[in-house]
């Protein structure tokens, strides 16, 4: 866990109390009303229902755009165990997110920190290394946290796919219909059964992770890795017209391959998917400043078994008759590669067994940290396990790890 700490007046951006308060009025107002109309046996129990959603709709979108936004100066404090915005204070494990918000529709550049059970924090910062400066002495950056974002269904990734939608909507209901001549009876469940699937996955979000290592997309049950070796640029883009204008991330690869990540609807999402975009960039640039780690040449696998190979690592982490200076030199070695993200899988996986094997919490404990950064499942999970004195578990999961790779 990293030791900095990032001490200076900042400004915080709330929500405007007015505006809150006008939208929330209808819905507080709501229960009112139909308790009135109840008493009273009239018609504005039918107002109820529109009152609630579109004050619902309105509240949220104050406190999610914060139109006229009031702004304060208040001294802020960042460390590992968490962050003081003048009275507000936000342990380490209360906070979900914090990214850094490139300048949008909102105007400035945002850090937002977002807590559990609690409005998200924004912090005016005037450039990206102060928005850098307060993530890393949160040990939030890219650097040491896998960051996790809520995306558009992958169907809607492409303009293909959009058609293709619209084909099976259209396809669903002519079969829906031709169903209701054959058995009149069925015709409902037949409509459900034929349109249902395709509207369900229309909305299904995409779970997008950011991690050091690379980029991990899920979706419905299926996962898509690349790693940040693999990224030669990263663009925002918008496209569409109208209610069909979205934006997103595009991934430019080595390749010449293009991945796109739609994020939301334009004028919605806009923050979001700058801050994807940003966090993105800032993971392969981590990487890029990985290349000069060093690599340990007895790490990697070579002909040896699985069982073998876990044998000889925990002997090279555990150091032999090694004095104290030199296994403090070899830890340091091998934290190297595994905190590298530009050092490849098997050697990061490999480099966490072999620290599996100290017998130094403060050695467990920073594996556990590298794991938060890492978005590969596979190799999370190993470091994860190296992280807890589990020997079976471990084996276990280096047999998944080497089972995926082989």
Known sequence: MSDARCEETMTLRKPNPALVALAAAPVVAAPVVLLSALATESWGAFFVPHMLIFGGLALATVLRRRPWA????????????????????????????????????SGEALLRVERRRALPLEVVVFSEPQAHAILAALGMDAAHAALSFRTMSRLVASRGRTWLIGLLIVAAMLGASVASRIAPEFAPFSMLFLVLPVI????????????????LARWMGRAHFIASGAIASVERYDEGWGRNHTVGVKLHLAGGETYKIPVGSYGWANDEAGALAERIEQAVASHRRGD??????????????????????????????????????DAERLFRVLESPSASAEERAAAAVALSASERPALRSRVRVVADAVADPALRAVIDAASRDDAEGLAEKMQGFEAKRG
Request: net charge positive.
């Open 70 to 105: 009031v702004f304060e100066q208040v001294p802020l404090v960042a460390t590992a165990e968490g962050l003081r915005a003048g009275t507000t204070v936000v342990p380490r494990d209360e906070i979900t997110r914090a990214l850094f918000v490139p300048p949008s529709q």
């Open 200 to 215: 369900v996955a229309m909305v299904v979000p995409t779970r997008v992770t950011v991690g050091a290592d690379g980029v």
């Open 292 to 329: 000069a780690q060093s690599r340990v040449s007895d790490l990697l696998r070579g002909e040896r078994t699985v069982a073998q190979w876990i044998a000889a690592l925990r002997a090279l982490g555990a150091g032999g008759g090694a004095t104290f200076r030199k296994a403090e030199v």
